[in-house]
């Protein structure tokens, strides 16, 4: 079946370190591929999302780009704060028509002022 | 303010006892979802409802059931079947839009965390 794969954590960095959590998936067909963020003790937010393959989401410097030759969608940030510190889980579009989410483990990141 | 509100933040479960934990919408979504996350086990999907008075199973349906009746509400009840309930449930609401792409864009509540005693 689909699924997500996500680089172990924690990851830690100091602020202003240029950032990269990888994800790859596996997947029959073009699913689209997000990346969720959980700051700690809250729920999950949509941080970016792309729909085919070459796409680059973005949303508050962080990117990502749909590589769909390498299947992967690595969330990327050129200089963290303290505030980015969370969990960031990444996810893809379930084959049916359901609205369903296939997530990742999570990478937890902290950084370090 | 729109959102998702999941109540209590918090909630322990006796031996042999049933839990509900509550889950309102006021979005106008007509999707909702419940999850189960473990420490580094991601989110696992427990029901899923598209649509009101109907719902499927997720991942992980045995030992919980939900029930739909309102839009805004969908109710999780973990049950004493659950023989390992103890773990941080969300909720979530998408729109029952005509693109894929409206629906995988969920909006989660703040959780409730379960704990056995």
């Known amino acids: 079946g689909d699924s997500v794969t996500q680089m172990e954590g924690p990851v830690t960095l100091s602020e202003e370190a240029f950032l990269t959590i990888n994800c790859t998936y596996t997947a029959t067909g073009y699913p689209s591929l997000f990346w969720y963020v959980q700051y700690p003790g809250e729920g999950l937010q949509l941080l970016l999302k792309?729909?085919?393959?070459?796409d680059k989401g973005s949303n508050k410097g962080f990117e990502a780009t749909y590589r769909k030759e390498t299947t992967s969608f690595h969330l990327e940030k050129g200089s963290v704060q303290v505030s980015d510190s969370a969990v960031y889980f990444c996810?893809?579009?379930?084959?049916?028509?359901?609205?369903?989410?296939?997530f990742g483990q999570g990478t937890t990141l902290q950084v370090k002022p | 303010d729109g959102g998702i509100t999941q109540s209590p933040k918090y909630l322990f479960r006796k031996e042999g006892q049933n839990v509900t934990l509550s889950c309102e919408q006021n979005l106008n979504h007509d999707a909702m979802y419940w999850y189960r996350q473990d420490p580094g086990q991601g989110l696992r999907l427990i029901y899923y409802s598209q649509i009101v008075n109907d719902f499927q199973k997720g991942d992980i349906a045995e030992g919980y059931s939900v029930s739909r009746e309102k839009k805004e509400s969908f109710p999780l009840t973990v049950t004493s079947a659950q023989k390992n309930p103890t773990a941080f449930y969300l909720c979530?609401?998408?729109?029952?839009?005509?693109?894929?792409?409206?629906?995988?864009?969920?909006?989660f509540g703040a959780g409730t965390r379960l704990s056995v005693l």
């Open positions: 979530a609401s998408s729109m029952e839009a005509n693109t894929l792409l409206a629906k995988n864009i969920q909006y």
């Open positions: 792309a729909t085919k393959a070459d």
């Open positions: 996810a893809l579009s379930d084959r049916g028509n359901t609205g369903k989410l296939i």
